[in-house]
């Protein structure tokens, strides 16, 4: 079998955003959100988020987060996906240590990130990410289905780090 290409990591660009929006739609578990929001998610929260590209520099992957307002050392992780074709080799979580490495320097020493109850492939994921980066993971309640409009599971808070 051939192995596969290496992937690069980078801030995303607004001409990812269609890609993004792909990747998210065929993910089958996340809540995709309109076109407009992945463009402009690429443009305005390039530095907080990343896309792991194939050799034709094609994204197979994001990752998008923003610096909270409130708490502009805590990354918010909103969104992460990986092609199918890709999952299994650990892409989501060098991703998120990549963005981390980029962020350090800005004094992010914090993430939080929301996961449904049901969705233990996430959980597992940042619990592994916490315990790479030698920190510890804390879960809390933040939105329960009632806050949403649609039927949706409620969405725990999971906090890394200081």
Known sequence: ???PAELSFRSPRIADGKRLWQIARDSQ???????YAYVLWCRDFAESSVVATDEHDRAVGFVTGYLRPESPQT????????????RGRGVAGRMLDT???RLAPLGVTRLETTVSPDN???IAMFTALARRRGT???RSDLFAPDDFPDSHLAEDLYTIGE
């Open 136 to 138: 510890h993971i804390t």
């Open 99 to 101: 963005l981390l490495d």
């Open 75 to 86: 990354l918010f992780v909103w969104q992460v996906a990986v092609d199918a074709d890709q």
């Open 1 to 3: 079998s051939v192995e």
């Open 120 to 122: 233990s492939a996430s």
């Open 29 to 35: 578990v996340l809540d995709v959100n309109s076109g």
